[in-house]
């Protein structure tokens, strides 16, 4: 079984720039969710997706920040435009049941997201 | 989101000794615990979930977890290099919540 797998796996962009990451998640997996560390911080849980609707989005910092799941499989996640704070490590997790039940989430190997 | 606290580290221990991670979080109504190891540059790696009172172990590894103490604890018995890592304790309703992990360090 494939695990969840992100790309790309670094991005060094401009402040002002928009850089988009994508998700391929665990195949099965209806709920999806982005997480994100920001250096020196803890891992901090950004939105969920049940299929291609947003389950909560509570997490999300800001309107500069978008995310889809066009048809329930992959998601993408927009910044536009990109700021300095937006530096870090950007994870998407898979899951079967909803929300981490009893199993945990499969984590992917995490986007490192680097605004200059 | 829930608080969750662990303790700071930087943890040392020698090989072949006992590490002892601790984390407390503070919404009493959390019902699943979770201890994750991420290796440097890595993703989070799930070793070890809980949701009853008590002990759990799976190989080296003992979780241990106090509802009423809203405590959770790991331990790692027989250290080893490869054990080096930050740990992080998370703690779900439905997303997790994690703590600012701990990191350990296995000395050869």
């Known amino acids: 079984e494939a695990g969840v797998t992100q790309f790309p796996s670094h991005s060094v962009i401009e402040k002002g720039q928009t850089v988009t990451l994508r998700c391929d998640p665990i195949s099965g997996h209806d709920n999806l969710y982005w997480y994100r560390r920001v250096m020196g911080k803890e891992i901090k849980f950004l939105l969920h997706f049940v299929k291609e609707s947003k389950q909560d989005e509570s997490g999300m910092p800001n309107n500069r920040f978008l995310a889809e799941r066009t048809g329930g499989t992959y998601s993408t996640l927009k910044v536009q435009p990109a700021e300095l704070e937006d530096s870090g490590v950007y994870f998407c997790?898979?899951?079967?049941?909803?929300?981490?039940?009893?199993?945990?989430?499969?984590f992917g190997s995490g986007t490192r997201l680097t605004v200059v | 989101q829930k608080e969750v606290e662990q303790n700071s580290g930087p943890l040392s221990v020698p090989e072949g000794a006992i590490a002892s991670l601790n984390c407390t979080y503070s919404?009493?109504?959390?019902?699943?615990f979770f201890w994750y190891r991420q290796y440097s540059g890595k993703s989070p790696e799930l070793i070890m979930f809980?949701?009853?009172?008590g002990d759990k172990e799976d190989g080296r590894f003992t979780a241990q977890l106090n509802k009423a103490s809203q405590y959770v604890s790991l331990l790692i018995r027989d250290s080893q290099p490869s054990d080096s890592a930050t740990y992080l304790c998370a703690v779900s309703d439905y997303k997790l919540s994690f703590g600012a992990g701990t990191t350990v360090t296995v000395r050869a």
């Open positions: 997790a898979s899951s079967q049941v909803l929300g981490a039940g009893y199993y945990g989430y499969t």
């Open positions: 919404d009493r109504g959390s019902q699943s």
């Open positions: 809980i949701y009853s009172n």
